[in-house]
């Protein structure tokens, strides 16, 4: 019983301390418990009233009294009733060792209280240009030429959607900037040419880059590249001895050559020596070579005697993802293709070691070891030193091809720089400064 009352003593004392705190206490304004952030306020306001260049206007237009009184009635508009402002722009010179030019100010009060924030928002005039220059690549070294296979007298296979020729000018589009010359190969009888050591239009032919925009199919020049022993193998019956010379003209020529879609060197073709041939599936002027003309490329890339293989290497790992180093380039060259796809020509690790490959980039993260797109440089000796010495960049993807990964593959490997310049700039920055302050003080 003695224990009962205790606690309920307890709980009176308690109470009635309770009640007599509450009474005596002084609670903070409404201002203390839940203060008007006027600095996140004052930018949100110069960023809702620069979202239809109302600043910019402004700012660049100091003597048009109809903006600046527009401009002031959208800040009272946009401002609670008791925030009162000032609203400042600076010209950003730099003249006679003064930075910041006072140029016009509007203000609804002549003081802003002890309690006030600001918020500053740079502009630039319309006059303002900026410029991004590429470096183009192996200009210290007399330049790399870059050839796009756009030959009219061979069809395409595997690029679902588009044309040869599309691809072609798309190609050429993004990256003819990074290089020194750019050239679009029209015929089959000028890729024999080039093949030959000629070049076409005065470019330099050693260490230039090879874009094959016929997707599985490579165009075939007539004559020399097919003929028994260097461009047909007659006793397979195949054009994978074509490609076997292709191979060993990478690697004499140090070319970089790129497969953007599919498998690589699947058909050869030439509208004009295969009018009545087919692909076996309708598609006319080319001839089927099938996995052994990729397996006979690698073997003349690598300078291994030539020899039939009909085997296939490639697998289907299905989708994959860019790599970290993909999507840094990405950024870095403003390049965005769509960061999954869909791999079904993907080639097995063991052509590393098979045909003393490197890959020096990588396109999609690795799958069970399928290599869906990367950059392969072969490695030879050089007295007693390795380096590297004729490239494929092939991207093992399905049907319809980005041709923006093609473009961020070399660029990614090649990594040119970019260099950003501004022109007209003086004079033409300005500082806007918003001063935000609340009526009546704190």
């Not at 165009?219 to 191979?247: K, M």
């Not at 300078?303 to 860019?322: A, E, H, M």
Request: with cysteine; aromatic share 10%.
């Amino acid at each position: 019983m003695m224990r009962t009352i205790e606690i309920l003593i307890v709980i009176v004392i308690i109470t009635g301390a309770f009640i007599a705190a509450s009474f005596f206490a002084v609670l903070p304004g409404p201002r203390e418990v839940s203060p008007l952030n006027l600095r996140r306020l004052s930018l949100t306001t110069l960023q809702v009233l620069e979202s239809d260049h109302g600043i910019s206007r402004a700012a660049f237009e100091i003597e048009n009294q109809t903006i600046w009184t527009n401009l002031q009635v959208a800040l009272s508009a946009s401002l609670p009733p008791n925030v009162i402002y000032n609203l400042t722009v600076y010209d950003v010179s730099g003249i006679n060792s003064q930075l910041y030019t006072k140029m016009q100010s509007i203000s609804n009060a002549e003081d802003l209280g002890i309690t006030s924030n600001t918020a500053s928002f740079m502009v630039s005039s319309s006059n303002v240009t900026f410029n991004v220059i590429p470096e183009k690549i192996g200009e210290l070294e007399g330049g790399v030429t870059l050839y796009i296979l756009d030959c009219s007298d061979a069809n395409s296979w595997w690029i679902t959607g588009y044309t040869a020729h599309s691809l072609a000018q798309d190609l050429k589009s993004i990256l003819s900037p990074y290089f020194t010359s750019t050239v679009m190969v029209q015929t089959t009888d000028q890729l024999g040419q080039i093949l030959d050591g000629t070049s076409l239009q005065g470019e330099p032919i050693q260490n230039a880059v090879v874009i094959n925009t016929c997707g599985e199919a490579v165009p075939i020049p007539s004559g020399y590249y097919s003929s028994n022993g260097v461009g047909y193998d007659i006793e397979s019956d195949s054009f994978a001895r074509y490609t076997y010379t292709l191979g060993q003209r990478v690697l004499e020529y140090n070319w970089t050559w790129v497969s953007a879609v599919g498998y690589p060197l699947y058909y050869v073709s030439n509208s004009q020596e295969f009018p009545n041939d087919d692909n076996d599936w309708g598609i006319y002027g080319m001839m089927k070579v099938g996995p052994a003309g990729f397996n006979a490329f690698l073997k003349g890339l690598d300078n291994q005697s030539y020899s039939y293989n009909p085997n296939s290497i490639t697998g289907s790992p299905g989708i994959v993802n860019l790599s970290n180093q993909i999507v840094t380039s990405s950024n870095y060259y403003g390049i965005y293709p769509d960061p999954s796809q869909t791999a079904t020509r993907a080639l097995p690790n063991s052509i590393i070691q098979n045909y003393n490959l490197e890959i020096t980039t990588e396109i999609f993260d690795r799958v069970n070891n399928w290599i869906s797109g990367a950059m392969y440089r072969h490695i030879t000796i050089v007295e007693g030193a390795s380096q590297h010495q004729g490239s494929i960049f092939a991207l093992g993807l399905a049907r319809t091809p980005d041709i923006r990964l093609t473009a961020l593959g070399i660029l990614s490997d090649f990594q040119p720089r970019l260099f950003n310049s501004e022109f007209n700039a003086n004079e033409n920055s300005r500082l806007v400064v918003l001063q935000l302050g609340l009526a009546g003080g704190a």
